[in-house]
């Protein structure tokens, strides 16, 4: 899907693979890793959902099995086998599957505030409110972000712009993404 000569999208790739995704993939930000595009694995019309002892779509639980374990790799330098990988996936999957259950809940009143408010923070925390708003139409997203002290003084704020984002979701990632650097930088 990305050119190897420009390091940009192939738009002929996408247009003849997926023709219904382009403007979506389009939008989508390009690495700045240099790492080789390849086509690992194509879709099958049998496909089935496997372990059969989870109910739930398996792919979100592997794919956060595969983020966490690159993640200790990158920084704990461990590393997991495919299998270790695959068998993690499934447990969480299994695990969220069994706590979602619906289950008879007891009626009682709420021992903690309801609002995060009425929460009394110490004047020595720091607390980082992130905000974003996004266009579907354009991609563009606007980003803000402030830094309040247990005081409630607001202790540093920023905002900035950012085009091609893919969604609401990712806009709000790329507002906490921006204030975490400006919090790192000061």
């Given at each position: 899907?990305?050119?190897?000569?420009?390091?940009?999208?192939?738009?002929?790739?996408?247009?003849?693979?997926?023709?219904?995704?382009?403007?979506?993939?389009?939008?989508?930000?390009?690495?700045?890793?240099?790492?080789?595009?390849?086509?690992?694995?194509?879709?099958?019309?049998?496909?089935?959902?496997?372990?059969?002892?989870?109910?739930?779509?398996?792919?979100?639980?592997?794919?956060?099995?595969?983020?966490?374990?690159?993640?200790?790799?990158?920084?704990?330098?461990?590393?997991?086998?495919?299998?270790?990988?695959?068998v993690r996936a499934t447990?969480?999957?299994?695990?969220?599957?069994?706590?979602?259950?619906?289950?008879?809940?007891?009626?009682?009143?709420?021992?903690?505030?309801?609002?995060?408010?009425?929460?009394?923070?110490?004047?020595?925390?720091?607390?980082?409110?992130?905000?974003?708003?996004?266009?579907?139409?354009?991609?563009?997203?606007?980003?803000?972000?402030?830094?309040?002290?247990?005081?409630?003084?607001?202790?540093?704020?920023?905002?900035?712009?950012?085009?091609?984002?893919?969604?609401?979701?990712?806009?709000?990632?790329?507002?906490?993404?921006?204030?975490?650097?400006?919090?790192?930088?000061?």
């Amino acid at each position: 899907m990305i050119s190897h000569t420009t390091k940009e999208w192939n738009v002929e790739a996408i247009r003849l693979l997926l023709p219904h995704h382009e403007a979506q993939i389009l939008k989508l930000p390009l690495s700045s890793m240099a790492m080789e595009d390849e086509i690992v694995w194509l879709p099958e019309k049998n496909i089935i959902n496997l372990p059969p002892c989870v109910s739930v779509p398996l792919y979100p639980w592997l794919l956060w099995s595969l983020w966490t374990s690159r993640n200790q790799y990158l920084f704990e330098d461990k590393m997991f086998t495919e299998n270790e990988v695959l068998v993690r996936a499934t447990r969480l999957a299994r695990e969220w599957q069994e706590a979602n259950l619906p289950k008879a809940l007891p009626n009682r009143t709420p021992t903690l505030p309801l609002h995060p408010t009425d929460l009394a923070v110490s004047p020595s925390v720091i607390q980082c409110f992130s905000d974003a708003a996004w266009d579907k139409e354009s991609g563009n997203s606007g980003l803000g972000w402030c830094f309040q002290g247990g005081s409630a003084t607001i202790c540093k704020q920023g905002s900035a712009h950012r085009p091609f984002v893919a969604s609401a979701l990712a806009a709000e990632a790329w507002a906490l993404k921006k204030a975490l650097k400006d919090a790192i930088a000061s």
